[in-house]
């Protein structure tokens, strides 16, 4: 079955810092993977830093996340409940060129996301039946 990546970018309210968003990312990280995500992990920076000696430099709030299509909706209640614990709590969802912002969704915005969200998904995936994907 194939994956699907996404990055997460997540942002929190006023008056709060970088520990603050490293344990509010790390929080969500772990609802996620509870959810049934296959891989959610820190985004690395491209970025060298001088006088680094040594780990890896991340982006603030950015998580690259893996799962296969049909875990999207389960991902998209997961981040709804996460931000909606504190305020100022918001996620938007990067795919390739397109961002969605996936806080505070009415049910029905969250209907649309996930049926735009499953064909682009679906599309990258071949039919299972045959090993060209076609019947």
Do not use: C, L, Y
């Given at each position: 079955?194939?994956?699907?990546?996404v990055q997460l970018l997540v942002r929190l309210g006023e008056g709060t810092d970088e520990l603050d968003l490293a344990a509010a990312v790390g929080a969500l990280r772990g609802q996620l993977l509870?959810?049934?995500v296959e891989q959610a992990r820190l985004q690395?920076?491209?970025l060298?830093?001088?006088g680094l000696k040594s780990g890896v430099e991340v982006v603030a709030g950015a998580l690259l996340v893996s799962m296969v299509p049909h875990v999207f909706s389960t991902v998209i209640a997961a981040i709804q409940a996460w931000s909606a614990r504190a305020s100022g709590r918001s996620v938007t969802i990067v795919d390739g060129d397109r961002e969605v912002s996936a806080t505070g969704l009415s049910a029905?915005?969250?209907q649309r996301l996930l049926e735009d969200f499953t064909p682009r998904s679906a599309a990258q995936e071949p039919d299972a039946g045959t090993p060209d994907g076609h019947a």
């Open positions: 079955m194939a994956f699907i990546e509870d959810a049934g690395r920076s491209d060298t830093v001088p029905e915005e969250q």
